[in-house]
């Protein structure tokens, strides 16, 4: 069993930067893929950014390819999704999956564990 806790959100406003941590329990955390997804209100969760186990290995949404770096300390048990040139349009509670495996996903039901999220709010 992984617990995932999400932390970081806030709001900034447009072109503004914010840096999302989240902390897994567990000993077995360095082989877990970890992904960051997002929700805005009234539109289906989607895929942000994925990490394999080792850190070797990241992949984007197109929407924020360039602005947003998926990176994971194993030590600390925690990857973090730092946000750049954040637009109104990346707001949304954004969430941390893990799935124990040695690939990278992008489909939320490929996913075992989720946090409960964390606010980003952007102001235009």
């Known amino acids: 069993q992984v617990q995932l806790v999400e932390s970081g959100g806030g709001l900034v406003q447009d072109g503004g930067s914010l840096r999302l941590s989240c902390a897994a329990s567990?000993?077995?955390?360095?082989?877990?893929?970890m992904g960051w997804f997002r929700q805005a209100p009234g539109k289906e969760r989607e895929f942000v950014a994925v990490?394999?186990?080792?850190?070797?290995?990241?992949y984007y949404a197109d929407s924020v390819k360039g602005r947003f770096t998926i990176s994971r300390e194993n030590a600390k048990n925690t990857v973090f999704l730092q946000m750049n040139s954040l637009k109104p349009e990346d707001t949304a509670v954004y969430y941390c999956?893990?799935?124990?495996?040695?690939?990278?996903?992008?489909?939320?039901?490929?996913?075992?564990?989720w946090g409960r999220g964390t606010q980003v709010t952007v102001s235009s």
């Open positions: 567990g000993r077995t955390f360095s082989s877990y893929a």
């Open positions: 999956a893990a799935r124990q495996s040695t690939g990278v996903y992008v489909l939320a039901k490929r996913y075992d564990y």
């Open positions: 990490i394999n186990w080792s850190g070797t290995n990241t």
